[in-house]
């Protein structure tokens, strides 16, 4: 499936050196680049509603990696999934007396639309589950051994032990998440309360192919396990997602990988923290939803969405609230006019300094604090080039107005 057009080439020579990015299940920082390439997967949407602020917070965190991977040389690979069969699709598609089809392939136009507005770099491969489901299929029927069957539901046998080491989390920690994410700990029967669903039986309209466990439709970790393994064949280096992805999701997708190749998913796992608004995690249940298409009247604003999103540490939760975006709004007008006027001083110093910190487990809010160090500090029309194409590859920022 196309994704989005990609914004206009960056002019920065890159620069080999290290790069440090946090990983969840070691608790320490790796590099993310082996071999000289970088290979990532982040965990796309469930296209059902609009792309919010907690969506776009994920997707750019990905997007800073992939430019500073690239600044140090690194070829990089980004393959993102689309979720197009999951039961918050059929459930809204219901109520909305839509084909959950035409919900998902609508939704996911504007989602592409919503990310190309913030000038996201669109991942090489998109893929959705349902154009892809024959590898799906081999690869849920490939650890078939290692499954069990209850009523007409297949469950994958999981270790709680392996997702309580993975997550840092007890086991009864993790019950109460499963029960909160669409888990079914309660269920009668399992032989384990936490074991994930790996196929299940389709009702109404819902999509169903045939398969070794019956007629039905894949469950969610075993996609994703598919999808990197068709184009990556095997471990990766960096698998992304919100930090509400830790449990179940990634914990249960590198057991799957385990299982299906006796490797880990991947060499990093980093989450990105949530965005809550009025008191409470950004979520479609809650309604408390911040659109990114509703904050963006013109290419102002939708640069501002960076800085706003760029000034957060992507590692921590944080809420927002309307004067952030203002704030940063006019803090990117405020560099514009630098740019017109002065510049940012030499650019082989802001060029230096910004790799410092960005290679330094993506510390996009000190960049930002650069670009305010060195505003106004006089340079010549050649360096201040030099200066905006540096941050246009970096940040994805246009001061010149005329990139996007
Ligand atoms: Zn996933």
């Not at 996911?108 to 589950?129: A, E």
């Amino acid at each position: 499936m196309k994704s989005w057009s990609k914004p206009r080439d960056a002019n920065l020579v890159p620069e080999i050196g290290g790069l440090r990015l946090f990983d969840t299940r070691s608790q320490t920082f790796l590099n993310p680049i082996s071999d000289n390439s970088m290979n990532l997967y982040v965990c796309g949407v469930t296209p059902y509603d609009s792309a919010h602020l907690g969506h776009a917070f994920t997707y750019l965190t990905f997007d800073t990696l992939i430019r500073v991977a690239r600044d140090t040389g690194a070829k990089t690979t980004y393959v993102q999934n689309v979720t197009d069969i999951d039961e918050p699709l059929f459930e809204r598609a219901i109520s909305t007396g839509q084909k959950w089809q035409e919900l998902s392939r609508s939704q996911t136009d504007i989602y592409c639309r919503s990310m190309q507005r913030i000038n996201l770099l669109p991942p090489d491969h998109f893929l959705p589950v349902t154009e892809n489901i024959e590898y799906i299929i081999q690869a849920a029927e490939s650890i078939a051994d290692q499954s069990y069957k209850l009523d007409s539901t297949t469950y994958f046998k999981s270790s709680e032990i392996d997702s309580a080491s993975f997550t840092q989390l007890s086991i009864q920690e993790l019950i109460k998440i499963s029960r909160d994410r669409g888990g079914d700990p309660e269920t009668p029967g399992k032989q384990n309360a936490l074991d994930p669903k790996l196929w299940v039986p389709s009702i109404n309209d819902e999509p169903r192919w045939d398969s070794k466990f019956g007629v039905g439709r894949p469950g969610w970790h075993i996609e994703c396990i598919a999808l990197s393994d068709k184009v990556f064949g095997g471990t990766f280096d960096v698998q992304g997602g919100g930090e509400d992805l830790i449990y179940p999701h990634h914990a249960l997708c590198d057991q799957m990988s385990i299982a299906l190749h006796e490797k880990t998913l991947a060499r990093i796992f980093a989450h990105v923290g949530l965005v809550s608004y009025e008191d409470e995690k950004m979520s479609k249940s809650k309604g408390n939803l911040v659109f990114v298409d509703d904050l963006i009247k013109d290419e102002t604003d939708s640069q501002a969405v960076r800085v706003l999103l760029l000034n957060q540490p992507w590692q921590t939760a944080w809420e927002y609230h309307e004067p952030l975006f203002l704030e940063a709004r006019s803090r990117f007008m405020g560099w514009v006019q630098s740019y017109e006027n002065a510049g940012f001083g030499n650019p082989i110093q802001l060029i230096h300094e910004l790799r410092l910190v960005l290679r330094n487990n993506l510390n996009s809010q000190a960049a930002l604090s650069l670009l305010d160090k060195y505003s106004s500090v006089q340079s010549s029309f050649e360096e201040r080039k030099v200066s905006a194409d540096a941050v246009w590859a970096l940040l994805g920022l246009d001061l010149e107005g005329n990139r996007i």
